[in-house]
């Protein structure tokens, strides 16, 4: 009895708190329509929105982009490519249209509009990606440095995905 079940706080999720005079949202709730990652990680590349892989932090990325919050961030780079030669998306296009300040649904609605994919070969890219590595020696070169300067004692990073989750969290204070 009391209130009604919509005016409890989600059971997982802090409330926000309503400063007594001015009405504004406490700082501890981040405003994820423009994240600031100069503060805190985009989502991981495993988290999935429509079934892309990748998708929820390329997101993060052109919202932090546009709000100027990168930090150490770059949209565009190479993982973000993967998804736009896999989408047949165009980067110059998807950066506007995500800082609109639209849905992650109303985003997966534009993407899906604009590209043929079928959700087999949505689930197949998006599994590959969860398992890419290096190919040349470069690339092994470039994992096996950010892999030692952030957790040398780790076996277990086998791909892009692993180490990406491992740097971020590194990053932000973590320990590896």
């Not at 994820?32 to 999935?48: N, Y």
């Not at 109303?106 to 969860?130: N, Y």
């Not at 470039?142 to 180490?163: E, N, Q, S, V």
């Amino acid at each position: 009895m009391g209130s009604s079940p919509s005016a409890q706080p989600h059971p997982r999720r802090p409330a926000a708190t309503r400063a007594p005079a001015t009405g504004t949202t406490d700082l501890r709730t981040p405003n994820l329509s423009a994240p600031d990652l100069t503060a805190h990680p985009p989502r991981s590349v495993r988290v999935r929105l429509g079934g892309y892989a990748h998708l929820p932090r390329l997101l993060d990325k052109a919202r932090a982009s546009a709000a100027s919050k990168l930090g150490a961030y770059h949209y565009n780079c190479p993982l973000d490519k993967q998804f736009f030669t896999f989408t047949g998306l165009n980067a110059d296009a998807f950066l506007p249209e995500a800082t609109k300040g639209v849905s992650g649904t109303q985003m997966l609605a534009w993407v899906r509009a604009r590209t043929a994919r079928l959700p087999a070969e949505i689930e197949a890219w998006s599994d590959w990606l969860m398992r890419h590595s290096p190919g040349g020696s470069d690339g092994h070169q470039w994992m096996a440095t950010t892999l030692k300067a952030a957790a040398p004692d780790r076996d277990d990073i086998r791909g892009f995905a692993d180490l990406l989750d491992l740097d971020d969290y590194v990053s932000f204070g973590g320990r590896g």
